[in-house]
């Protein structure tokens, strides 16, 4: 039989065929029955990274109006994220809505005109993870009305793929050979290889943008938002083949 593969150990004998470079294609012939396994391992680590989706969102009779307001309180939030140190790279807008708001009634008669809703969100990476608390407090201060997040992830993760990457192959290589052994065969050799990586940790996704509310935070009754970072998890997923062997 044979098996088309992905990733070569190398010193295996190989034969390629002349084709294209967009077409090319690689077989080994291979005597003994295939063992494919899905393997996956994660490994732990604390994140180096939140991002937080803040932004405001203003009401008022006329678009025109509610995005006046809209962007003069932005540009409020966007100053007092540069005050606070967060760099302009690290903040990006994801987020711009402008809809009408109407009262619906049960009786029949036609809804209420409430206004025009205008939505402005940025999403925010705060590095230093022990200014979370405070910076969300500031921005409510400044006059964000809306949040989600924050979400915790590892960005400088190569570490950790490196060791899940490690444990998944060391993994898929121990239960193949006890597959192999189950079947009568001493050993096994490695055909194909693919690996994917996913991260994941704490935290929710963006959320609909919720109604304007008012905030007044005054520095005799402010209290500093607790955080907790957690942990984040790295995890490699191998997709591998061997061939058992005598």
Known sequence: MTTRLAAFIAGTALVAFAQPLSAA????????????LNVSDTVNAKPDMAVV?????T???SANEAARQNAERMDTIIARLRQLG???NDIQTSNFTLYPQYSYNNNGQQPTFLGYDVNNQVTVK??????IGPTLDALVAAGANNFSGPIFVLENDAGAKQEARKKAFASADARARELA????YTGVKLLELSESYQNFGGGVPPSPPPMPVAMNVSS???RATPIQPGMVGTAAQLTVKYEMVR
């Open 86 to 88: 967060v760099a302009q």
């Open 25 to 36: 294609e690689i077989q080994i012939a291979s005597a003994g029955p295939i063992i494919e």
């Open 181 to 184: 052994s189950y079947a009568g």
């Open 220 to 222: 005799a009754d402010a």
């Open 126 to 131: 705060l590095r230093d993870l022990s200014k």
């Open 53 to 57: 989706n803040a932004g405001v969102t």
């Open 59 to 61: 009401r008022a009779t």
